[in-house]
């Protein structure tokens, strides 16, 4: 198995607007920090979740990847799938089999990698465009990477992908707008949509947050499904654990535009390191009644700050019930405790 | 064990649009003690939103209560005339709206909403209003100083702490919480399902949870209800729900659940919900059944009582 996607110290800085006022005076720009130095690496195959609260940068890392925004800094190294990788010019690699995602590209190898990386958005009810009908909305990715020579084949392109995610008989649903469907759905024709151009890496932004409990189990099993007859990789980015802890192999723990703890699913979740990684998962809520008659111990106080102005030192010191004075100051270091497992956190630390 | 400050017996919600009557609530019957709180689940679309504003005498337009009786503290709010349902509303029940993003008004100061109701209810002075205000907010855990703060200005937390002080400002015997944490992170709803808790031992008031997270139930609810399609299909102890589940949909509910330490696979329900201008005859569930027998095709289950306190609307359940 080798890495589908290694980001190195990857930043994503936003502008804020200045006064007229502040740039007569030169005052330095400031900038939210989304992202903020985050590094990881997905290998092939496997579902790796990027969790967090909102703000925490997670969707901006998203969008990163699939370059709806562009880096302010870092690297990203993405392995295409073959087909896709013979057709770029080996100018543009590294290692022969990474294209830098940071990089400049010109238009037609940006083309190629768009085909092969692929989002599906977290709101069913906002990503389809109301006026226009499923096949339109599956036939325009096809239309604009000039795949399937004819209508016809066009046409079939869409049924057959209507078929794999089981809206059948696809030539009834085909004919719908978005209002004649159901909240489960709307999100499968945004899967469909993401996996008619034959992608390789999917990610996915809080794909069943918006829908019903009842209906989340049948995406998930429809994305496990896809994943395993497409050969996938998702990147998986939601704020709720137990949906990770489900659906994942790899989690990474952002905060405030930084990851303060990644490794396997089943090690985090059972045995959390990092303070607000603790926090995260004592917080999840469970289907079990006697947790009414106690109070859940969410340790850290206080709200995430504004990512335009972090807190120095670790980001999470003003909220950490740990904090000691070092965390004030400095940043932690990314520290190995096991096998693929990496805390940021000063307890950590070996004196 | 206690006095019943909620009694809902047979209650009937239809919207009157041009394409049919929905029946959002159809036959719904609970009661509620003082102190107890009881959560309500179900899909959107199941009714519970507009349970919960029947309750409230709130149903929107074309809305209209068109049967039954709901008994708040023994007054009938379904035979008040609006001018009098206005000083029930709140004083006796009241509501932490869904969406607590959206439901503070933007041009107007924390302290300027929070002292409305005391004013127009109480006949206070805007200064008095302002300081039961005051400790209002310090029993959801927010400074004073907030009062002086416009919306805008605050967190979905605390904006969401606001609305909790809002609906016991009046001390009311009962709250409705119409998905009072849908928009909130994981570990601010820790935090406010906690307040909830330290709120209802403080207060004692009966409370309604509406929301279609079992999880957020079983943080906080003694009895739990389950609604499909305008009807309480099972309602019981939550021990009694969630551990021994009897309707069909709520056992795949709770099937649907993934869970933070078990890889066990979650299944669902296939199909959808039914389109309640024409609910389908018999059991309103049967199209979605796996169990659905001849029965379950023509008539509709009676309410069964299977232990103690926990009763089921399901043919299966039914001793021949």
């Given at each position: 198995?080798s890495?589908?996607?290694?980001v190195?110290?990857a930043?994503?800085y936003?502008?804020?607007r200045r006064s007229?006022v502040e740039i007569?005076m030169?005052?330095?720009p400031?900038?939210?920090?989304a992202v903020d130095g985050?590094s990881?690496a997905v290998?092939?195959?496997?579902?790796f979740c990027l969790?967090?609260?909102?703000?925490c940068?997670k969707t901006t890392?998203?969008r990163?990847?699939?370059?709806?925004?562009?880096?302010?800094g870092g690297k990203a190294?993405y392995?295409p799938r073959?087909e896709?990788?013979?057709e770029?010019?080996p100018?543009f690699?590294?290692?022969?089999k990474?294209?830098?995602?940071?990089?400049?590209?010109?238009?037609y190898?940006?083309?190629?990698l768009r085909?092969?990386?692929?989002?599906i958005f977290?709101?069913?009810?906002?990503s389809?465009n109301?006026?226009?009908?499923v096949?339109?909305?599956?036939?325009?990715p096809?239309d604009i990477h000039?795949?399937?020579a004819?209508?016809?084949?066009?046409?079939?392109?869409?049924?057959?992908i209507?078929e794999?995610v089981k809206?059948?008989?696809p030539?009834e649903?085909a004919?719908?707008?978005?209002?004649m469907l159901?909240g489960?759905?709307?999100q499968?024709i945004?899967?469909?949509r993401a996996?008619?151009?034959n992608?390789?890496l999917?990610?996915?932004?809080?794909?069943?947050?918006?829908?019903?409990v009842s209906i989340?189990?049948e995406i998930?099993q429809l994305m496990?499904?896809?994943?395993?007859?497409r050969?996938?990789?998702?990147?998986f980015i939601t704020?709720d654990?137990a949906v990770?802890?489900?659906?994942?192999?790899?989690i990474a723990?952002m905060y405030?535009?930084s990851?303060?703890e990644?490794?396997?699913i089943?090690?985090i979740v059972n045995?959390?390191l990092?303070p607000?990684?603790?926090?995260?998962?004592?917080?999840?809520?469970?289907?079990d009644?006697?947790n009414r008659?106690?109070m859940r111990?969410?340790?850290?106080?206080?709200e995430i700050p504004?990512?335009?102005?972090?807190p120095?030192?670790?980001?999470?010191?003003p909220r950490?019930p740990?904090a000691?004075?070092?965390?004030k100051s400095?940043e932690?270091?990314?520290?190995?405790v096991?096998?693929g497992?990496?805390?940021?956190?000063?307890l950590y630390?070996?004196? | 064990?206690?006095?019943?400050v909620l009694?809902?017996?047979d209650?009937r919600v239809?919207?009157y649009?041009?394409?049919g009557?929905?029946?959002?609530?159809d036959?719904?019957?609970?009661?509620?003690?003082?102190?107890?709180?009881?959560?309500?689940?179900?899909?959107?679309g199941?009714?519970?939103?507009?349970?919960?504003?029947?309750?409230?005498?709130?149903?929107?337009?074309p809305?209209?209560?068109?049967?039954g009786?709901?008994?708040?503290d023994?007054?009938d709010i379904t035979?008040l005339r609006?001018?009098?349902l206005?000083?029930?509303r709140w004083?006796?029940v009241?509501?932490v709206?869904?969406?607590?993003?959206?439901?503070?008004?933007p041009?107007?100061?924390?302290g300027?909403?929070?002292?409305?109701p005391l004013v127009?209810h109480?006949?206070?002075?805007v200064k008095?209003?302002l300081?039961?205000?005051?400790e209002?907010?310090?029993?959801v855990g927010l400074t004073?100083?907030?009062?002086?703060?416009y919306p805008?200005?605050l967190?979905?937390?605390m904006?969401?702490?606001v609305?909790?002080?809002m609906?016991l400002?009046?001390?009311p015997r009962l709250?409705?919480a119409?998905e009072p944490?849908?928009a909130?992170d994981v570990v601010?709803?820790?935090?406010?399902?906690?307040?909830f808790?330290e709120l209802r031992?403080a207060e004692?008031?009966?409370m309604?949870?509406?929301?279609h997270?079992?999880?957020?139930?079983a943080?906080?609810?003694?009895?739990?209800?389950?609604?499909y399609?305008?009807?309480?299909?099972?309602?019981g102890?939550?021990?009694?729900v969630?551990?021994n589940?009897?309707?069909?949909?709520?056992?795949g509910?709770l099937?649907s659940?993934?869970?933070?330490?078990?890889?066990?696979?979650i299944t669902w329900?296939?199909?959808?919900?039914?389109?309640?201008?024409?609910p389908?005859?018999?059991c309103?569930?049967?199209p979605?059944c796996?169990y659905a027998?001849?029965?379950?095709?023509?008539?509709?289950p009676?309410?069964?009582e299977?232990e103690?306190?926990h009763?089921?609307?399901?043919?299966?359940y039914?001793?021949?």
């Amino acid at each position: 198995m080798s890495s589908k996607l290694v980001v190195t110290k990857a930043y994503k800085y936003f502008p804020l607007r200045r006064s007229l006022v502040e740039i007569l005076m030169f005052k330095k720009p400031r900038y939210v920090r989304a992202v903020d130095g985050v590094s990881f690496a997905v290998q092939e195959g496997e579902i790796f979740c990027l969790a967090g609260e909102s703000g925490c940068g997670k969707t901006t890392t998203g969008r990163l990847i699939v370059r709806l925004i562009d880096f302010t800094g870092g690297k990203a190294l993405y392995m295409p799938r073959k087909e896709v990788l013979s057709e770029i010019p080996p100018g543009f690699l590294v290692d022969g089999k990474y294209v830098d995602l940071t990089a400049k590209l010109p238009r037609y190898v940006d083309k190629l990698l768009r085909r092969d990386v692929q989002i599906i958005f977290q709101d069913p009810y906002g990503s389809l465009n109301p006026r226009m009908r499923v096949y339109d909305i599956l036939k325009e990715p096809l239309d604009i990477h000039a795949l399937g020579a004819t209508d016809d084949e066009k046409r079939e392109f869409v049924f057959k992908i209507l078929e794999e995610v089981k809206m059948t008989p696809p030539e009834e649903f085909a004919e719908r707008f978005p209002h004649m469907l159901s909240g489960g759905q709307r999100q499968r024709i945004a899967v469909a949509r993401a996996l008619i151009l034959n992608p390789s890496l999917v990610v996915a932004d809080e794909p069943v947050s918006m829908l019903d409990v009842s209906i989340r189990a049948e995406i998930l099993q429809l994305m496990l499904d896809l994943k395993a007859t497409r050969n996938l990789t998702y990147i998986f980015i939601t704020h709720d654990l137990a949906v990770a802890s489900y659906i994942c192999d790899k989690i990474a723990i952002m905060y405030l535009g930084s990851i303060v703890e990644k490794g396997s699913i089943s090690d985090i979740v059972n045995d959390p390191l990092h303070p607000y990684a603790k926090a995260l998962i004592a917080a999840v809520p469970e289907p079990d009644p006697r947790n009414r008659l106690k109070m859940r111990e969410v340790p850290i106080k206080g709200e995430i700050p504004s990512a335009a102005s972090i807190p120095p030192g670790c980001r999470f010191h003003p909220r950490c019930p740990y904090a000691m004075d070092v965390c004030k100051s400095k940043e932690p270091p990314e520290i190995e405790v096991g096998r693929g497992r990496v805390v940021s956190c000063w307890l950590y630390v070996r004196k | 064990m206690s006095s019943t400050v909620l009694s809902v017996n047979d209650l009937r919600v239809y919207y009157y649009t041009l394409t049919g009557i929905v029946r959002a609530v159809d036959g719904v019957s609970l009661s509620l003690g003082e102190g107890e709180a009881l959560g309500i689940a179900g899909e959107s679309g199941s009714g519970k939103s507009t349970l919960g504003y029947g309750i409230l005498g709130l149903v929107p337009p074309p809305g209209r209560i068109t049967r039954g009786s709901i008994v708040v503290d023994g007054i009938d709010i379904t035979k008040l005339r609006p001018a009098e349902l206005r000083k029930v509303r709140w004083s006796k029940v009241s509501m932490v709206f869904q969406g607590a993003m959206n439901a503070l008004n933007p041009v107007y100061t924390v302290g300027h909403q929070l002292s409305e109701p005391l004013v127009i209810h109480k006949g206070l002075s805007v200064k008095e209003s302002l300081e039961i205000a005051a400790e209002m907010v310090k029993k959801v855990g927010l400074t004073p100083d907030i009062l002086r703060r416009y919306p805008h200005e605050l967190s979905g937390g605390m904006k969401q702490r606001v609305m909790i002080a809002m609906a016991l400002l009046l001390k009311p015997r009962l709250v409705i919480a119409d998905e009072p944490t849908t928009a909130l992170d994981v570990v601010i709803q820790a935090q406010i399902m906690n307040l909830f808790k330290e709120l209802r031992q403080a207060e004692r008031n009966a409370m309604i949870f509406i929301t279609h997270d079992l999880s957020i139930i079983a943080e906080i609810a003694d009895k739990t209800g389950i609604m499909y399609a305008g009807k309480i299909v099972e309602l019981g102890a939550s021990e009694a729900v969630f551990g021994n589940p009897l309707h069909p949909y709520t056992q795949g509910l709770l099937r649907s659940i993934p869970r933070l330490r078990s890889k066990e696979k979650i299944t669902w329900i296939p199909g959808v919900p039914p389109d309640l201008r024409m609910p389908p005859p018999g059991c309103r569930f049967h199209p979605r059944c796996p169990y659905a027998m001849d029965v379950c095709r023509s008539e509709e289950p009676p309410e069964i009582e299977v232990e103690k306190d926990h009763t089921v609307s399901c043919w299966l359940y039914m001793k021949r």
